[in-house]
């Protein structure tokens, strides 16, 4: 018998992407032209989706993790926790920082948001809420 998919192992996780994209979307219109695929990896504060967008121009002294979470969230719903709910519910993390096989299921998903965005700009999946 052949190990469970990441889509069967965390049935999730598309939804949980598409609802962050589209809050992207509101947030950060053209964000994924600023994400690199080849870069991307969810367990990285610096190479996940938020930290590549929020990343400081200036210094290495601010996690762009934390500002992102911050300006998307704001600091009640982030609350200085990387793994809290909210962002979890946007595809941004996994419920548990242990969760190997979870943030490397989101990288893949983003991967394939992002790149699909980058082949076609114009391409919101209408379907999902941002809420």
Known sequence: MNAPTATEQFPDISDRVARGAAL????APGWAARVDPDTLDLEDCWHCVI????RP?????????E???????GLDAYGFDDNAP???EHGF???RRDSMAEFAALTSEWRSVVTARRVD????EQHADPS
């Open 24 to 27: 992207l979307d509101l947030r």
């Open 121 to 124: 700009p114009h391409r919101i």
């Open 86 to 88: 909210i962002l979890v």
């Open 67 to 73: 500002i992102g979470a911050i300006d998307l969230f």
């Open 93 to 95: 993390s996994a419920p």
């Open 57 to 65: 121009e200036q210094t290495v002294f601010k996690e762009p993790f």
């Open 51 to 54: 930290g590549q967008l929020y």
